[in-house]
């Protein structure tokens, strides 16, 4: 196999702007990591744990239940690295475990005020610098923006799916 370069490997079934779009959303992923890698040992919670809690928010503006199985599913985590990651949640107030409305044998983990409090603090600097970006652009463009990113994070995780069931 070849040594590895940082030579760019052009691809000529893609545009340079679509090149370009695929640089800036790997600098995006990159930088986003890397905030809340920071943003995490700011407030002294572990990646997982950021992870785990933000699923169980998305899980819960999307109006679906977040149960210990489907982010252990949804993390490729172990059923004891979940509970683990819930208890530890847990016991920083960050979300709350309730019996299941209709799965006797589950539990449904809900995010909790503090949890919002907490968040909107860690993530208060990185809305100061996003909010000129986003002042800066008309209501359209800024739903072609949001129809584009949601397309990419279905994309994303489709693709993290394939990966996952590779490994199965």
Same mark, same amino acid.
Request: aromatic share 2%; no cysteine; glycine share 6%.
């Given at each position: 196999?070849p @040594? =590895?370069?940082?030579?760019r490997?052009?691809? @000529?079934g ?6 370009r ?7 995006? !992923?990159?930088?986003? %990591?890397?905030?809340?890698a920071? !943003?995490?040992?700011?407030?002294a919670?572990?990646r997982t744990?950021?992870?785990?809690l933000?699923?169980?928010m998305?899980l819960?503006?999307q &109006?679906e @239940?977040?149960t210990? &199985?489907?982010?252990? =599913? #949804?993390?490729?985590l ?5 509970s683990?990651m819930? %208890?530890?949640?847990?016991?920083q107030?960050h ?7 209709? %799965? ?7 995010? #909790?005020?503090h949890a919002?409090d907490?968040g &909107?603090?860690m993530f208060a600097? +990185?809305?100061?610098? +996003?909010?000129p970006?986003?002042?800066g652009?008309?209501?359209?463009? +800024?739903a072609?923006? =949001?129809?584009f ?6 994309? #994303?995780g489709? =693709?993290?799916?394939?990966v996952a069931a590779a490994?199965?």
């Open positions: 196999m @040594p =590895a370069t940082s030579a490997r052009p691809d @000529p893609r545009s340079e702007e679509a090149r779009v695929t640089r800036a959303l790997r600098r995006y !992923a990159t930088e986003s %990591d890397l905030y809340v920071a !943003a995490g040992r700011e407030s919670m572990h744990d950021l992870n785990g933000a699923l169980v998305d819960g503006l &109006g @239940p977040a210990p &199985g489907r982010l252990s =599913a #949804t993390m490729q172990s059923a004891p690295a979940t683990a819930l %208890d530890r949640l847990e016991r107030g979300v709350t475990r309730t019996p299941h409305p209709e %799965d006797r044998r589950s539990v449904v983990v809900g995010v #909790t005020e919002l907490v &909107g603090r600097r +990185l809305a100061a610098h +996003l909010a970006v986003l002042d652009r008309t209501d359209e463009e +800024l072609l923006i =949001a129809t990113l949601e397309e990419v994070g279905e994309a #994303t489709a =693709a993290r799916r394939d490994d199965d």
